[in-house]
């Protein structure tokens, strides 16, 4: 299912079904899918995947045909995306913002009051979302009462762990060798080391790429 949305996302947004085709192939195929898919506890990821994607879906066609019914299908499967992974809240909204300023708008447009308003309803599913949360578990993106958002995990180490992580992926999704549901997580991160920096210099270099292409 994931590999069948992922062919009509890209289809949707590029009109190109070779190109779909092909993505959709890599990412049937592909090794570093297996994480997710044999590993029990990583079945929110897939449920995840699939809401995102049909989020993609249903906000790609409510900008092609402006009409309303897929953009409440959007606000719905944000609330799916979140009931099955808690970082949907963040993740969902900034891919939403990043298809208006790459496809569908021109960045100065998304500044104008109509479309400031279509963004604040994103707002809805996380009200609905926390106040469920909150009556279950007593707290919202695991902040317990009283607790700490960050945990045992400074910042700086979060910093430096999210550029760490998508390098490495990057890299083995280039270069799929020696993949393992276990790790070797640097122990001492430090946001001073030649490590960090080239990871959050792949980082840069990704997206500038990806952002100059599709422009």
Same mark, same amino acid.
């Given at each position: 299912? /994931?590999?069948?949305?992922?062919?009509?996302?890209?289809?949707?947004?590029?009109?190109?079904?070779?190109?779909?085709? /092909?993505?959709?192939?890599?990412?049937?195929?592909?090794?570093?899918?297996?994480?997710?898919?044999?590993?029990?506890?990583?079945?929110?990821?897939?449920?995840?995947?699939?809401?995102?994607?049909?989020?993609?879906?249903?906000?790609?066609?409510?900008?092609?045909?402006?009409?309303?019914?897929? %953009?409440?299908?959007?606000?719905?499967?944000?609330?799916?995306?979140?009931?099955?992974?808690?970082?949907?809240?963040?993740?969902? +909204?900034?891919?939403?913002?990043?298809?208006?300023?790459?496809?569908?708008?021109?960045?100065?447009?998304?500044?104008?009051?109509?479309?400031?308003?279509?963004?604040?309803?994103?707002?809805?599913?996380?009200?609905?979302?926390?106040?469920?949360?909150?009556?279950?578990?007593?707290?919202?993106?695991?902040?317990?009462?009283?607790?700490?958002? %960050?945990?045992?995990?400074?910042? $700086?180490?979060?910093?430096?762990?999210?550029?760490?992580? %998508?390098?490495?992926?990057?890299?083995?999704?280039?270069? +799929?060798?020696?993949?393992?549901?276990?790790?070797?997580?640097?122990?001492?991160?430090?946001?001073?080391?030649?490590?960090?920096?080239?990871?959050?210099?792949?980082? /840069? %270099?990704?997206?500038?790429?990806?952002?100059? $292409?599709?422009?």
């Amino acid at each position: 299912s /994931i590999t069948f949305l992922v062919f009509l996302v890209l289809h949707a947004l590029t009109k190109r079904i070779l190109l779909a085709f /092909i993505a959709a192939l890599i990412v049937l195929i592909h090794p570093l899918q297996q994480e997710a898919v044999n590993w029990i506890s990583a079945a929110s990821e897939l449920t995840f995947a699939i809401f995102v994607l049909l989020v993609l879906l249903a906000y790609i066609t409510y900008r092609e045909t402006k009409r309303e019914k897929f %953009f409440w299908l959007t606000l719905a499967f944000y609330f799916a995306a979140m009931l099955s992974k808690e970082v949907a809240v963040l993740v969902v +909204p900034a891919i939403v913002v990043c298809l208006d300023a790459l496809f569908f708008k021109k960045v100065r447009d998304m500044f104008l009051a109509r479309e400031l308003k279509r963004y604040v309803l994103f707002v809805l599913p996380v009200l609905v979302y926390a106040l469920m949360r909150l009556a279950v578990l007593g707290s919202f993106l695991g902040l317990e009462r009283g607790g700490d958002f %960050f945990g045992q995990l400074a910042i $700086a180490d979060r910093v430096y762990y999210f550029f760490w992580l %998508f390098a490495f992926y990057l890299k083995s999704l280039f270069l +799929p060798l020696h993949i393992s549901f276990l790790k070797e997580i640097p122990q001492n991160p430090d946001l001073m080391s030649l490590q960090f920096l080239l990871a959050a210099a792949v980082f /840069i %270099f990704f997206f500038a790429f990806l952002y100059g $292409a599709l422009r």
